[in-house]
């Protein structure tokens, strides 16, 4: 699979290259285990799940593009400046190291949830008797590295809040 990193294309399917991905860990003396080929899928799921999970500010840039940056943001200012219409802020990108990262790692952003979690679980030897409880909600995978480096550019992460004219 080639990397495609082209701002705003249509085919466009990861914000950073296999060089910056691995030079981005060669900055905190961290080693990524694996092929070339492997890296590029870990860029492109990474690049999927930051595409898929936020809603970002603004809209998009391109009526085609692929990717969810670049974005047109108006007079929004993410860390008291404007953002670029035709680039993709380094926390973007550097959030998608990070996460191809933990996914080399073993993290599956995209696994299926079922159920709720398991609070308790009794077992009696006799008579058999087994008791499980759970909770009512469903545990998603969080992310918190990635978390911080997107939320001053969603809806409503930093000090961004969703405003509706009525």
């Known amino acids: ?4 990193t082209t ?4 085919t466009t399917n990861s914000y950073i290259t296999v060089a910056e991905y691995e030079a981005f860990w060669t900055e905190r003396n961290v080693t990524i285990g694996g092929s070339t080929s492997s890296k590029e ?4 799921k990474s690049a999927d799940y930051i595409n898929r999970a936020y809603d970002f500010i603004g809209e998009q840039q391109y009526r085609y593009q692929t990717m969810a940056w670049p974005r047109l943001t108006g007079i929004m200012l993410v860390k ?3 953002i670029d219409p035709d680039t993709v802020p380094q926390d973007i990108k550097d959030a998608q190291a990070e996460l ?4 080399n790692q073993g993290a599956t952003p995209f696994a299926t949830v079922e159920g709720g979690a398991k609070v308790r679980e009794k077992n009696k030897a006799g008579p058999v008797e087994t008791d499980v ?7 998603t995978p969080r992310f918190v590295a990635i978390e911080g480096l997107v939320s001053p550019y969603t809806v ?3 000090a961004q809040i969703k405003v509706i004219r009525g």
């Open 1 to 4: 699979m080639a990397i495609v």
């Open 7 to 10: 701002i705003g294309g249509t």
């Open 41 to 44: 899928s870990e860029l492109v």
């Open 80 to 82: 008291d400046w404007p």
């Open 100 to 103: 191809a990262y933990l996914i």
């Open 133 to 139: 409880e759970y909770t009512n909600f469903r545990e």
């Open 156 to 158: 409503y992460g930093g």
